[in-house]
């Protein structure tokens, strides 16, 4: 009987973690059917209540990282296999140990609000990472919902992370409503997932309800993915060929009403031999159209390379150079990094320039929040399978902290969103010979509490987590102690 009763169990462990493994690899990555993440962890969290630890580790390390096989194709076009596995094993391994502080809260803790330890040590795991990572906060499943305009607007007010606790707290609070026969308990339950959700939401409607209180400003996007291959160019005849067809471009985006009109990342290669050639055709373009350009030019040279941005304004002359504070790793070893922020003033809006991964940082892109900046340029280059998520990694970025973001990708997206991260318009740049997109836009206000408090949420979520491992240490040693005296 024992052994029947063990067989139905390890069938159903394998169950829930093909289930669960499965709903992740769906509904994550780079494409999905994203609403399917809200119930992706529900299988594993059930069954972790009827397995012992070692099992529930097995268990939830099997279906994180069987959802996370959708990533491997494209980790192994940029990372040698065992980095892209270490993208792989060390957030199932985290998962694994979430699910395993769940399991014990509920089962030998008992309290009514123990199925919070899967929302905090998520949450709690994601924030840390995006300290340590190399690819900032590129890893949350938060960005998933980056669609979902009522429920990302509470990035305002937490980042990224109070997403993250929602998406984390409504599975653990339906599979703690699940396992307890109790009433009390499963209505508390449900009380407070509820809760903690629809008052998110309900935030989220409020807030996309409040009219824009700035004049709207029109701009302009450009990009050519037929050029791209003279990224690395040092033969001056073929980049001045791409510059002057960027040029052609500036000057449709100023005929079409665009004030300010953003050029890819690394559009073209430039040597000293050349580039001021090259920059003053791009003047020459600004000053006739009288348009701000910002340009991402990719400085080659005999020590440091220089991924940078260049502002020319209106009257042709430069206004300033910022360079990318976030080289790619291995990509882009050899790279000069920036090391501060690039703010500027046009049509009396305070903006800012920042170039394409940096928008993977959010610590350092709240110090645009925190400049009262109304609206970001942000020169790009996507990987084209990951167009659709880079670009909404860099609109939850806007709505963190309350400005508007003008994005130029070549192989990729090219999109214009106000502050509360709605597309005002979008299109590909992938195999194009030349797009463009413009919109008229309402700068935000860039202040937000989140851009003015920072990370106040993950680090409550720290604290609250470093307090329940005291308590648990200290009942555990306590039952020890005990034990021993007896």
Request: glycine share 10%.
């Amino acid at each position: 009987m024992k052994s029947s009763s063990a067989t139905s169990k390890y069938a159903l462990a394998v169950l829930a973690a093909l289930a669960s493994g499965g709903l992740y690899f769906f509904s994550t990555g780079l494409e999905g059917v994203r609403p399917l993440v809200w119930i992706a962890p529900i299988p594993v969290l059930l069954i972790s209540l009827r397995l012992t630890r070692s099992m529930t580790f097995i268990v939830a390390f099997s279906a994180y990282v069987l959802g996370g096989l959708n990533l491997v194709p494209y980790l192994l076009r940029l990372a040698p296999p065992l980095v892209a596995a270490a993208q792989l094993l060390i957030p199932g391994t985290a998962f694994a140990l979430v699910t395993i502080a769940f399991r014990d809260a509920i089962m030998k803790f008992g309290h009514r609000l123990s199925f919070l330890a899967f929302p905090i040590g998520w949450t709690a795991y994601e924030f840390l990472l995006s300290i340590v990572s190399p690819h900032g906060s590129a890893g949350s499943i938060a960005y998933t919902q980056s669609s979902f305009l009522p429920l990302i607007q509470i990035a305002s007010l937490t980042g990224i992370s109070g997403i993250t606790f929602i998406l984390t707290l409504v599975p653990a609070g339906i599979a703690s409503a699940i396992h307890h026969r109790e009433k009390g308990f499963r209505l508390f339950a449900i009380l407070i997932t509820v809760f903690v959700a629809a008052g998110s939401i309900g935030y989220g409607w409020i807030r996309l309800s409040t009219p824009a209180t700035s004049d709207s400003i029109r701009v302009g996007a450009a990009a050519i993915d037929s050029t791209v291959r003279y990224f690395e160019t040092t033969v001056r005849v073929e980049a001045i060929g791409v510059v002057n067809a960027y040029a052609r471009l500036v000057s449709q985006s100023a005929e079409n009403g665009a004030a300010i009109v953003v050029l890819p990342e690394k559009f073209v290669g430039v040597t000293e031999e050349y580039e001021a050639e090259a920059l003053n055709i791009l003047r020459t373009a600004a000053a006739e159209q009288k348009v701000y350009v910002v340009a991402g030019f990719n400085r080659l040279g005999s020590k440091n390379h220089r991924n940078m941005a260049i502002l020319i304004s209106p009257d042709g002359t430069i206004g300033g150079e910022y360079d990318k504070a976030f080289p790619i790793p291995g990509i882009e070893s050899g790279y000069k990094r920036g090391e501060k922020i690039f703010l500027f003033d046009a049509k009396e809006i305070t903006s800012g320039i920042a170039i394409c991964k940096d928008l993977d940082f959010p610590g350092w892109i709240r110090q645009y929040g925190q400049a009262g900046v109304g609206a970001l340029y942000v020169p790009a280059w996507d990987f084209r399978t990951d167009a659709w998520l880079h670009s909404r990694m860099a609109i939850l970025r806007g709505v963190e902290n309350g400005f508007a973001v003008v994005r130029a990708a070549n192989e990729g997206a090219l999109t214009i969103t106000d502050d509360r991260g709605r597309v005002i318009s979008e299109t590909s740049s992938i195999g194009s010979s030349g797009v463009l997109i413009f919109a008229d836009v309402h700068p935000g206000s860039g202040r937000t509490i989140y851009g003015t408090g920072g990370e106040w949420f993950p680090i409550s979520i720290l604290v609250v987590l470093l307090l329940l491992l005291i308590i648990s240490a200290r009942r555990i040693f306590g039952k020890r102690s005990s034990a021993a005296t007896a």
